[in-house]
Protein backbone atom coordinates (compact mmCIF):
# COMPACT_ATOMS: atom_id res chain seq x y z
CA UNK A 1 0.00 0.00 0.00
CA UNK A 2 2.72 2.05 0.53
CA UNK A 3 4.17 1.24 -2.10
CA UNK A 4 1.08 2.07 -4.09
CA UNK A 5 1.01 5.19 -2.66
CA UNK A 6 4.57 6.56 -3.51
CA UNK A 7 4.31 5.08 -7.13
CA UNK A 8 1.35 7.61 -7.33
CA UNK A 9 2.52 10.17 -6.12
CA UNK A 10 5.20 10.05 -8.31
CA UNK A 11 3.68 9.26 -11.48
CA UNK A 12 3.75 6.01 -13.50
CA UNK A 13 3.10 4.76 -16.75
CA UNK A 14 1.79 1.27 -17.95
CA UNK A 15 4.00 0.47 -21.22
CA UNK A 16 3.74 -2.31 -23.54
CA UNK A 17 6.45 -3.79 -25.88
CA UNK A 18 7.33 -6.19 -27.66
CA UNK A 19 10.50 -7.49 -29.78
CA UNK A 20 12.48 -10.44 -30.15
CA UNK A 21 14.56 -9.96 -26.91
CA UNK A 22 12.59 -7.79 -24.20
CA UNK A 23 13.97 -10.53 -21.26
CA UNK A 24 16.89 -8.80 -22.24
CA UNK A 25 15.32 -5.42 -22.03
CA UNK A 26 14.11 -6.33 -18.70
CA UNK A 27 17.84 -7.59 -17.47
CA UNK A 28 19.61 -4.93 -18.42
CA UNK A 29 16.90 -2.22 -17.20
CA UNK A 30 17.08 -3.70 -14.07
CA UNK A 31 20.95 -3.30 -14.09
CA UNK A 32 21.34 0.26 -15.14
CA UNK A 33 18.33 0.75 -11.83
CA UNK A 34 15.17 1.50 -13.92
CA UNK A 35 12.13 0.63 -11.36
CA UNK A 36 10.12 -1.38 -12.91
CA UNK A 37 7.07 -3.64 -11.59
CA UNK A 38 4.18 -5.79 -12.45
CA UNK A 39 5.84 -7.43 -15.65
CA UNK A 40 2.86 -9.45 -17.28
CA UNK A 41 2.84 -11.25 -20.20
CA UNK A 42 -0.45 -10.30 -22.64
CA UNK A 43 -2.39 -12.61 -25.12
CA UNK A 44 -1.14 -11.02 -27.98
CA UNK A 45 2.60 -12.08 -26.88
CA UNK A 46 3.59 -8.37 -25.89
CA UNK A 47 4.73 -7.24 -22.47
CA UNK A 48 3.34 -5.30 -20.32
CA UNK A 49 5.56 -3.29 -17.43
CA UNK A 50 4.98 -0.36 -14.78
CA UNK A 51 7.95 2.13 -15.11
CA UNK A 52 8.39 5.47 -13.01
CA UNK A 53 7.62 8.29 -14.71
CA UNK A 54 11.39 9.30 -13.93
CA UNK A 55 12.68 6.83 -15.33
CA UNK A 56 10.72 6.99 -18.77
CA UNK A 57 13.37 8.99 -19.84
CA UNK A 58 16.21 6.80 -19.27
CA UNK A 59 14.82 4.13 -21.05
CA UNK A 60 14.95 5.03 -25.14
CA UNK A 61 19.01 3.59 -25.08
CA UNK A 62 18.23 0.39 -23.50
CA UNK A 63 15.14 0.28 -26.05
CA UNK A 64 17.67 0.82 -28.86
CA UNK A 65 20.27 -1.77 -27.71
CA UNK A 66 17.58 -4.44 -27.67
CA UNK A 67 15.69 -3.28 -30.32
CA UNK A 68 12.44 -3.39 -28.54
CA UNK A 69 9.40 -1.25 -29.06
CA UNK A 70 6.90 0.01 -27.06
CA UNK A 71 4.03 2.46 -26.40
CA UNK A 72 2.04 3.77 -23.34
CA UNK A 73 -0.73 1.96 -22.33
CA UNK A 74 -1.80 4.55 -19.50
CA UNK A 75 -0.33 7.15 -17.19
CA UNK A 76 -1.17 7.08 -13.50
CA UNK A 77 -0.17 9.66 -10.30
CA UNK A 78 -0.35 13.03 -9.38
CA UNK A 79 1.90 14.45 -11.85
CA UNK A 80 -0.01 13.56 -14.69
CA UNK A 81 -3.42 14.85 -12.89
CA UNK A 82 -1.72 18.31 -11.87
CA UNK A 83 -0.56 18.06 -15.43
CA UNK A 84 -4.19 17.46 -16.54
CA UNK A 85 -5.32 20.70 -14.68
CA UNK A 86 -2.93 23.10 -15.81
CA UNK A 87 -4.17 22.28 -19.04
CA UNK A 88 -8.23 22.79 -18.28
CA UNK A 89 -6.55 26.33 -16.40
CA UNK A 90 -10.00 27.58 -18.14
CA UNK A 91 -11.97 25.91 -15.94
CA UNK A 92 -10.32 26.51 -12.48
CA UNK A 93 -10.19 30.49 -14.09
CA UNK A 94 -13.65 30.01 -14.85
CA UNK A 95 -14.76 29.23 -11.57
CA UNK A 96 -12.61 32.22 -9.46
CA UNK A 97 -14.19 34.24 -11.79
CA UNK A 98 -17.59 32.64 -10.89
CA UNK A 99 -16.71 33.39 -6.81
CA UNK A 100 -15.34 36.84 -7.12
CA UNK A 101 -17.92 38.05 -9.40
CA UNK A 102 -21.05 36.10 -7.12
CA UNK A 103 -19.03 37.87 -4.35
CA UNK A 104 -19.03 41.14 -5.87
CA UNK A 105 -22.92 41.17 -6.67
CA UNK A 106 -23.77 40.40 -3.38
CA UNK A 107 -22.15 43.28 -2.04
CA UNK A 108 -23.55 45.38 -3.96
CA UNK A 109 -26.84 47.51 -3.67
CA UNK A 110 -29.69 46.24 -5.85
CA UNK A 111 -32.59 47.85 -4.36
CA UNK A 112 -33.44 50.50 -1.61
CA UNK A 113 -36.62 50.50 0.27
CA UNK A 114 -37.99 53.78 1.93
CA UNK A 115 -40.32 52.70 4.95
CA UNK A 116 -42.11 55.38 6.23
CA UNK A 117 -42.65 57.99 4.48
CA UNK A 118 -45.99 59.64 3.93
CA UNK A 119 -45.45 63.33 3.03
CA UNK A 120 -41.96 63.21 2.33
CA UNK A 121 -42.01 62.00 -1.47
CA UNK A 122 -39.44 58.96 -1.90
CA UNK A 123 -37.61 60.17 -4.59
CA UNK A 124 -36.03 62.72 -2.28
CA UNK A 125 -35.17 60.36 0.21
CA UNK A 126 -33.75 58.73 -2.55
CA UNK A 127 -32.41 61.45 -3.59
CA UNK A 128 -30.45 62.07 -0.83
CA UNK A 129 -29.62 58.66 -0.53
CA UNK A 130 -27.37 58.95 -3.43
CA UNK A 131 -25.68 62.15 -2.58
CA UNK A 132 -24.20 60.11 0.17
CA UNK A 133 -23.60 57.27 -1.91
CA UNK A 134 -26.16 54.88 -1.45
CA UNK A 135 -27.80 54.23 -5.21
CA UNK A 136 -28.86 50.72 -6.90
CA UNK A 137 -25.10 49.81 -8.13
CA UNK A 138 -23.26 50.95 -5.02
CA UNK A 139 -20.70 48.67 -3.26
CA UNK A 140 -21.58 48.48 0.47
CA UNK A 141 -17.71 48.37 1.11
CA UNK A 142 -17.12 51.62 -0.13
CA UNK A 143 -20.05 53.40 1.86
CA UNK A 144 -19.00 55.03 5.27
CA UNK A 145 -20.18 54.46 8.63
CA UNK A 146 -23.64 53.60 9.09
CA UNK A 147 -23.59 56.23 11.95
CA UNK A 148 -22.20 59.07 9.25
CA UNK A 149 -24.82 57.83 6.38
CA UNK A 150 -27.71 57.85 8.69
CA UNK A 151 -26.23 61.70 10.08
CA UNK A 152 -25.38 62.76 6.51
CA UNK A 153 -28.74 61.02 5.30
CA UNK A 154 -30.85 62.97 8.15
CA UNK A 155 -29.07 66.21 7.72
CA UNK A 156 -30.30 66.47 4.21
CA UNK A 157 -33.81 65.47 4.38
CA UNK A 158 -35.24 68.64 6.71
CA UNK A 159 -38.68 67.02 7.04
CA UNK A 160 -37.74 63.49 8.93
CA UNK A 161 -36.66 63.58 12.47
CA UNK A 162 -35.10 60.31 12.28
CA UNK A 163 -33.78 58.39 9.20
CA UNK A 164 -32.46 54.74 10.08
CA UNK A 165 -30.95 52.76 7.65
CA UNK A 166 -30.25 48.53 7.90
CA UNK A 167 -28.37 46.55 5.05
CA UNK A 168 -30.38 43.33 4.24
CA UNK A 169 -28.07 41.67 1.81
CA UNK A 170 -28.39 43.64 -1.69
CA UNK A 171 -31.47 45.48 -0.10
CA UNK A 172 -31.09 48.66 1.89
CA UNK A 173 -33.55 49.70 4.02
CA UNK A 174 -34.52 53.43 4.85
CA UNK A 175 -36.74 54.12 7.61
CA UNK A 176 -38.03 57.47 7.69
CA UNK A 177 -39.19 58.74 10.26
CA UNK A 178 -41.34 62.35 9.37
CA UNK A 179 -41.30 65.04 11.86
CA UNK A 180 -44.69 65.76 13.21
CA UNK A 181 -45.25 69.29 12.32
CA UNK A 182 -47.96 71.26 14.93
CA UNK A 183 -51.27 71.52 12.90
CA UNK A 184 -51.78 74.39 10.86
CA UNK A 185 -53.99 77.13 12.61
CA UNK A 186 -57.51 76.85 11.41
CA UNK A 187 -58.70 79.18 8.81
CA UNK A 188 -59.94 82.22 11.03
CA UNK A 189 -63.70 82.94 10.39
CA UNK A 190 -65.43 85.40 12.05
CA UNK A 191 -67.06 84.26 15.33
CA UNK A 192 -68.07 84.76 18.72
CA UNK A 193 -67.72 82.68 21.54
CA UNK A 194 -70.86 81.51 23.48
CA UNK A 195 -71.91 79.82 26.41
CA UNK A 196 -71.83 75.89 26.29
CA UNK A 197 -74.08 75.52 29.48
CA UNK A 198 -75.71 77.89 32.29
CA UNK A 199 -72.96 78.71 34.97
CA UNK A 200 -71.49 82.06 36.60
CA UNK A 201 -68.19 83.21 35.00
CA UNK A 202 -65.06 82.88 37.41
CA UNK A 203 -62.45 84.20 34.92
CA UNK A 204 -61.90 84.54 31.63
CA UNK A 205 -58.86 85.98 29.05
CA UNK A 206 -59.90 87.38 25.67
CA UNK A 207 -57.10 87.02 23.21
CA UNK A 208 -59.14 88.27 20.54
CA UNK A 209 -62.79 89.80 20.01
CA UNK A 210 -64.83 91.70 22.29
CA UNK A 211 -65.53 90.63 26.12
CA UNK A 212 -68.87 90.66 26.48
CA UNK A 213 -68.88 89.25 30.39
CA UNK A 214 -67.96 90.09 33.61
CA UNK A 215 -66.68 88.25 36.51
CA UNK A 216 -69.39 86.52 38.64
CA UNK A 217 -71.77 87.01 36.25
CA UNK A 218 -74.77 84.64 35.18
CA UNK A 219 -74.54 83.05 31.67
CA UNK A 220 -77.04 81.04 29.64
CA UNK A 221 -76.45 78.66 27.02
CA UNK A 222 -76.47 80.41 24.10
CA UNK A 223 -75.15 83.41 25.76
CA UNK A 224 -72.24 85.45 24.08
CA UNK A 225 -69.28 85.36 25.92
CA UNK A 226 -66.53 87.05 23.60
CA UNK A 227 -67.79 88.86 20.78
CA UNK A 228 -66.41 88.30 17.22
CA UNK A 229 -67.60 92.06 16.33
CA UNK A 230 -65.12 94.93 17.31
CA UNK A 231 -65.46 98.46 17.37
CA UNK A 232 -67.61 101.17 18.56
CA UNK A 233 -71.08 100.01 19.19
CA UNK A 234 -74.13 101.60 17.20
CA UNK A 235 -71.55 102.56 14.54
CA UNK A 236 -71.65 99.66 11.52
CA UNK A 237 -69.33 101.10 9.37
CA UNK A 238 -66.69 101.18 11.57
CA UNK A 239 -66.90 97.95 13.03
CA UNK A 240 -64.60 94.87 12.40
CA UNK A 241 -65.17 90.97 12.36
CA UNK A 242 -62.61 89.16 13.61
CA UNK A 243 -62.77 85.27 14.81
CA UNK A 244 -63.17 85.44 18.79
CA UNK A 245 -60.38 83.91 20.61
CA UNK A 246 -59.83 83.20 24.52
CA UNK A 247 -61.05 80.98 27.44
CA UNK A 248 -64.07 81.64 29.73
CA UNK A 249 -64.39 79.67 33.01
CA UNK A 250 -67.41 79.23 34.61
CA UNK A 251 -69.45 77.65 37.89
CA UNK A 252 -71.36 75.16 36.96
CA UNK A 253 -73.79 73.11 39.01
CA UNK A 254 -74.70 69.00 38.42
CA UNK A 255 -76.51 67.09 40.50
CA UNK A 256 -76.46 63.28 40.96
CA UNK A 257 -77.99 60.21 42.27
CA UNK A 258 -74.97 57.32 43.16
CA UNK A 259 -76.25 54.27 44.79
CA UNK A 260 -73.77 51.49 46.23
CA UNK A 261 -74.85 48.03 48.10
CA UNK A 262 -74.33 47.57 51.37
CA UNK A 263 -73.32 43.84 51.09
CA UNK A 264 -69.47 44.05 49.07
CA UNK A 265 -68.49 40.59 47.10
CA UNK A 266 -64.91 39.83 47.20
CA UNK A 267 -62.89 36.98 45.92
CA UNK A 268 -60.03 35.25 47.65
CA UNK A 269 -57.53 33.26 46.77
CA UNK A 270 -57.83 30.05 49.43
CA UNK A 271 -54.16 28.78 48.79
CA UNK A 272 -55.14 25.48 47.25
CA UNK A 273 -53.97 25.08 43.47
CA UNK A 274 -53.32 22.70 41.17
CA UNK A 275 -50.19 23.31 38.84
CA UNK A 276 -49.96 21.51 35.30
CA UNK A 277 -47.16 21.74 32.79
CA UNK A 278 -47.22 21.69 28.79
CA UNK A 279 -45.61 21.33 25.61
CA UNK A 280 -46.04 23.68 22.67
CA UNK A 281 -45.58 22.59 19.46
CA UNK A 282 -46.80 25.72 17.15
CA UNK A 283 -50.65 26.71 18.15
CA UNK A 284 -51.31 23.27 19.66
CA UNK A 285 -50.11 22.50 23.84
CA UNK A 286 -49.59 19.25 24.87
CA UNK A 287 -50.44 18.55 28.51
CA UNK A 288 -47.50 16.64 29.92
CA UNK A 289 -48.05 16.64 33.28
CA UNK A 290 -50.86 17.23 36.27
CA UNK A 291 -54.08 15.22 35.24
CA UNK A 292 -56.85 14.73 37.03
CA UNK A 293 -57.96 16.21 40.65
CA UNK A 294 -59.72 18.90 38.80
CA UNK A 295 -62.92 18.23 40.21
CA UNK A 296 -62.02 19.01 43.59
CA UNK A 297 -61.81 22.59 42.99
CA UNK A 298 -65.11 24.18 42.08
CA UNK A 299 -64.48 27.61 41.80
CA UNK A 300 -61.28 28.53 40.43
CA UNK A 301 -58.88 31.04 38.62
CA UNK A 302 -56.48 29.93 36.16
CA UNK A 303 -52.88 31.26 35.67
CA UNK A 304 -50.88 31.04 32.09
CA UNK A 305 -47.52 31.34 31.83
CA UNK A 306 -45.97 30.15 28.60
CA UNK A 307 -42.69 30.88 26.94
CA UNK A 308 -41.02 29.71 23.29
CA UNK A 309 -37.24 28.77 22.87
CA UNK A 310 -35.91 31.53 21.50
CA UNK A 311 -32.47 31.38 20.28
CA UNK A 312 -30.39 34.68 18.58
CA UNK A 313 -34.02 36.55 18.79
CA UNK A 314 -35.19 34.03 16.51
CA UNK A 315 -38.74 32.35 17.57
CA UNK A 316 -38.59 28.76 17.73
CA UNK A 317 -42.11 27.13 17.75
CA UNK A 318 -41.24 25.10 20.09
CA UNK A 319 -42.51 25.78 23.86
CA UNK A 320 -43.70 25.47 27.27
CA UNK A 321 -46.74 26.30 29.69
CA UNK A 322 -47.76 26.31 32.76
CA UNK A 323 -51.15 26.02 34.06
CA UNK A 324 -51.76 27.07 37.60
CA UNK A 325 -55.84 26.43 38.72
CA UNK A 326 -56.21 28.47 42.03
CA UNK A 327 -59.23 27.78 44.20
CA UNK A 328 -61.16 30.76 45.09
CA UNK A 329 -63.54 31.58 47.69
CA UNK A 330 -66.19 34.28 47.74
CA UNK A 331 -66.20 36.37 50.56
CA UNK A 332 -69.25 38.93 51.69
CA UNK A 333 -68.87 41.72 54.21
CA UNK A 334 -71.52 44.10 55.29
CA UNK A 335 -70.60 48.16 54.97
CA UNK A 336 -71.58 50.16 57.30
CA UNK A 337 -73.71 53.60 56.07
CA UNK A 338 -70.83 55.58 56.81
CA UNK A 339 -67.68 53.55 54.92
CA UNK A 340 -70.38 53.32 51.59
CA UNK A 341 -71.54 56.87 51.81
CA UNK A 342 -67.34 57.78 51.34
CA UNK A 343 -67.42 55.03 48.63
CA UNK A 344 -70.34 56.63 47.21
CA UNK A 345 -69.00 60.20 47.13
CA UNK A 346 -65.45 58.66 45.54
CA UNK A 347 -67.01 56.72 42.59
CA UNK A 348 -69.30 60.12 42.03
CA UNK A 349 -66.56 62.18 41.83
CA UNK A 350 -64.23 59.60 39.52
CA UNK A 351 -67.94 59.53 37.23
CA UNK A 352 -68.20 63.70 36.67
CA UNK A 353 -64.88 64.02 35.80
CA UNK A 354 -64.56 61.56 33.46
CA UNK A 355 -68.30 63.32 32.33
CA UNK A 356 -67.34 66.85 32.15
CA UNK A 357 -63.30 66.46 30.98
CA UNK A 358 -59.89 66.52 32.74
CA UNK A 359 -59.59 70.07 32.81
CA UNK A 360 -62.31 70.64 34.64
CA UNK A 361 -61.85 71.10 38.66
CA UNK A 362 -64.62 70.09 41.21
CA UNK A 363 -65.29 73.05 43.41
CA UNK A 364 -67.38 71.29 46.32
CA UNK A 365 -69.85 68.71 46.96
CA UNK A 366 -73.01 68.78 48.99
CA UNK A 367 -74.93 65.59 50.03
CA UNK A 368 -78.53 66.38 49.44
CA UNK A 369 -80.26 63.67 50.43
CA UNK A 370 -79.39 60.39 52.02
CA UNK A 371 -81.52 57.06 51.83
CA UNK A 372 -81.25 53.59 52.45
CA UNK A 373 -83.28 51.00 50.52
CA UNK A 374 -83.62 47.73 49.16
CA UNK A 375 -79.53 47.19 50.86
CA UNK A 376 -78.37 49.58 48.96
CA UNK A 377 -77.79 53.44 50.03
CA UNK A 378 -78.71 56.25 48.02
CA UNK A 379 -76.64 59.86 47.76
CA UNK A 380 -77.94 62.60 45.92
CA UNK A 381 -74.99 64.87 45.56
CA UNK A 382 -74.77 68.75 44.22
CA UNK A 383 -71.75 69.01 42.12
CA UNK A 384 -69.90 72.72 41.92
CA UNK A 385 -67.52 72.38 39.00
CA UNK A 386 -65.16 75.58 37.27
CA UNK A 387 -64.99 74.54 33.90
CA UNK A 388 -64.22 76.00 30.31
CA UNK A 389 -67.44 76.55 29.17
CA UNK A 390 -67.31 78.71 26.25
CA UNK A 391 -68.23 77.28 22.44
CA UNK A 392 -67.74 78.61 18.99
CA UNK A 393 -70.48 80.20 17.17
CA UNK A 394 -69.71 81.09 13.76
CA UNK A 395 -70.96 84.90 12.29
CA UNK A 396 -71.63 83.77 9.16
CA UNK A 397 -75.08 85.41 8.99
CA UNK A 398 -73.93 89.02 10.23
CA UNK A 399 -70.83 88.67 7.58
CA UNK A 400 -73.18 89.06 4.43
CA UNK A 401 -75.39 91.49 6.70
CA UNK A 402 -72.56 93.86 6.49
CA UNK B 1 43.65 -19.36 -6.93
CA UNK B 2 39.74 -18.33 -7.43
CA UNK B 3 39.03 -22.47 -6.29
CA UNK B 4 40.77 -21.35 -2.92
CA UNK B 5 38.97 -17.79 -2.26
CA UNK B 6 35.36 -20.20 -2.95
CA UNK B 7 36.50 -22.86 -0.55
CA UNK B 8 38.03 -20.04 2.17
CA UNK B 9 34.72 -18.82 1.88
CA UNK B 10 32.62 -21.62 2.42
CA UNK B 11 34.54 -22.42 5.45
CA UNK B 12 34.66 -19.54 6.69
CA UNK B 13 31.09 -19.59 6.42
CA UNK B 14 30.54 -22.81 8.25
CA UNK B 15 32.95 -21.66 11.00
CA UNK B 16 31.09 -18.45 11.83
CA UNK B 17 27.55 -20.63 11.32
CA UNK B 18 26.53 -17.97 8.67
CA UNK B 19 23.54 -19.27 5.92
CA UNK B 20 25.60 -20.09 2.85
CA UNK B 21 23.83 -18.09 0.12
CA UNK B 22 24.91 -14.30 1.56
CA UNK B 23 28.81 -15.41 1.07
CA UNK B 24 28.16 -17.58 -1.16
CA UNK B 25 26.09 -16.58 -4.04
CA UNK B 26 24.09 -19.41 -4.35
CA UNK B 27 20.14 -18.54 -4.75
CA UNK B 28 17.77 -18.37 -2.01
CA UNK B 29 14.05 -19.15 -2.95
CA UNK B 30 11.21 -18.38 -0.30
CA UNK B 31 7.94 -19.87 -1.48
CA UNK B 32 4.44 -18.71 0.03
CA UNK B 33 2.10 -21.75 -1.13
CA UNK B 34 1.90 -22.36 -4.50
CA UNK B 35 1.24 -18.72 -5.07
CA UNK B 36 3.62 -16.20 -4.46
CA UNK B 37 7.45 -17.19 -4.89
CA UNK B 38 10.78 -14.58 -3.85
CA UNK B 39 14.09 -15.48 -5.62
CA UNK B 40 17.37 -13.81 -4.26
CA UNK B 41 20.76 -14.20 -5.88
CA UNK B 42 19.54 -14.68 -9.45
CA UNK B 43 21.65 -13.26 -12.52
CA UNK B 44 18.75 -12.11 -14.72
CA UNK B 45 15.66 -13.40 -17.10
CA UNK B 46 16.52 -15.68 -19.83
CA UNK B 47 12.28 -15.94 -20.65
CA UNK B 48 9.37 -14.53 -19.40
CA UNK B 49 5.94 -16.13 -20.61
CA UNK B 50 3.02 -16.41 -18.78
CA UNK B 51 3.85 -20.05 -18.33
CA UNK B 52 7.27 -20.02 -17.51
CA UNK B 53 10.04 -18.07 -16.29
CA UNK B 54 13.41 -19.27 -16.86
CA UNK B 55 16.18 -17.12 -14.63
CA UNK B 56 19.74 -17.08 -14.83
CA UNK B 57 21.91 -18.72 -12.16
CA UNK B 58 25.36 -18.35 -10.82
CA UNK B 59 25.62 -21.65 -12.31
CA UNK B 60 22.99 -22.85 -13.98
CA UNK B 61 18.98 -22.14 -14.27
CA UNK B 62 16.47 -22.17 -12.50
CA UNK B 63 12.88 -23.22 -14.64
CA UNK B 64 9.57 -21.92 -12.86
CA UNK B 65 6.48 -23.20 -14.67
CA UNK B 66 2.74 -22.46 -13.81
CA UNK B 67 0.15 -20.36 -14.88
CA UNK B 68 -1.00 -16.45 -15.04
CA UNK B 69 2.70 -15.90 -14.24
CA UNK B 70 3.35 -11.65 -13.10
CA UNK B 71 6.38 -10.65 -12.11
CA UNK B 72 5.54 -8.33 -9.04
CA UNK B 73 8.98 -6.92 -8.46
CA UNK B 74 12.63 -6.86 -9.64
CA UNK B 75 15.64 -5.66 -8.74
CA UNK B 76 19.20 -6.47 -9.84
CA UNK B 77 19.66 -9.98 -7.36
CA UNK B 78 15.97 -10.10 -6.44
CA UNK B 79 13.03 -10.99 -8.12
CA UNK B 80 9.10 -11.72 -6.92
CA UNK B 81 6.96 -13.96 -8.88
CA UNK B 82 2.85 -13.95 -8.35
CA UNK B 83 0.56 -16.46 -10.00
CA UNK B 84 0.02 -20.18 -9.83
CA UNK B 85 3.11 -22.17 -9.76
CA UNK B 86 3.01 -25.40 -10.91
CA UNK B 87 6.64 -26.72 -10.93
CA UNK B 88 10.36 -25.54 -10.22
CA UNK B 89 13.12 -27.00 -11.72
CA UNK B 90 17.16 -26.36 -11.89
CA UNK B 91 19.17 -26.93 -14.88
CA UNK B 92 22.55 -27.47 -12.89
Known amino acids: MNHFLNHWIFGYVVLQMWGKYVERFINLAIKSGLEVWDIKRLENDKFQIKLKVKDFFRLKPILRETGTRMSILRKIGLPFLVYKINRRKGIAVGFFLFILLLYMLSSMIWRIDVIGTEKIPKSEVLNAAEQVGIKIGAFKWRLDQLEDLQYELQKSVDDASWIGIKFDGVVVKITVVEKVRSEQPKTEYPRHLVAKKKAVIQKYTAEKGQPKIAVHQLVNKGDILISGIIGPEGEPNKQKLVSAQGKVWGEVWYDSTISIPLRQEVSKLTGKSKTSHYILLGKYAIKIWGFGKKDEIKNYKTEENQEYLTIRNHQWPIGWKRKDTLEVEKEYYQLTEEEAVKTALEIGRKDLINKVGGESKIKGEKVLQQWVEHGKVYLKVHYTVIEEISMEAPLAGQESRN | ?92
Open chain 2, 1 to 92: MKKWIRNFKRKAAKALDLPSDIITDLPRLTMIGFVQLYIENHHGVLLFSDSELRLLLKKGQLIIKGEGLTIRMILSEELFLEGSIHQIQIIE
